[in-house]
């Protein structure tokens, strides 16, 4: 059994669900009216809570970002984030947002 027919029907189909092109239009509306963006990242994984469809939404806005949760974070995971941000001539800082 070929799934060549499956495949080909469900190629029809977009991946990226409704909700999400709203948001995405929502941002390019509102980019129009800031200088600056703040982008809240885990700490724990900066990289892969970013969003590579916000990134080239950006085009040249400054951008800070602040990775939440810093307290939970491995150090030197930390302080390469910090580092692998800032050469990107981007604002980056740390952040514990709850009261203890």
């Known amino acids: 059994m070929s799934l060549a027919p499956?495949?080909?029907t469900m190629s029809r189909f977009?991946?990226?669900p409704?909700?999400?092109?709203?948001a995405s239009k929502e941002?390019?509306?509102n980019l129009r009216a800031v200088d600056m963006v703040l982008e809240l990242r885990?700490?724990?994984i900066?990289?892969?809570?970013g969003n590579d469809l916000l990134s080239a939404m950006l085009g040249n806005k400054r951008r800070m970002v602040v990775l939440n949760k810093a307290d939970l974070a491995d150090?030197?995971?930390?302080?390469r984030s910090l580092g692998?941000?800032?050469?990107g001539f981007e604002l980056a800082v740390p952040l514990v947002s709850h009261n203890p």
């Open 6 to 8: 499956w495949f080909k």
């Open 14 to 16: 977009s991946w990226f």
């Open 18 to 22: 409704g909700h999400m092109a709203k």
């Open 27 to 29: 941002i390019k509306t």
């Open 42 to 44: 885990d700490a724990r």
């Open 46 to 49: 900066p990289l892969s809570s």
């Open 75 to 79: 150090p030197s995971t930390m302080n």
């Open 84 to 87: 692998h941000f800032r050469e």
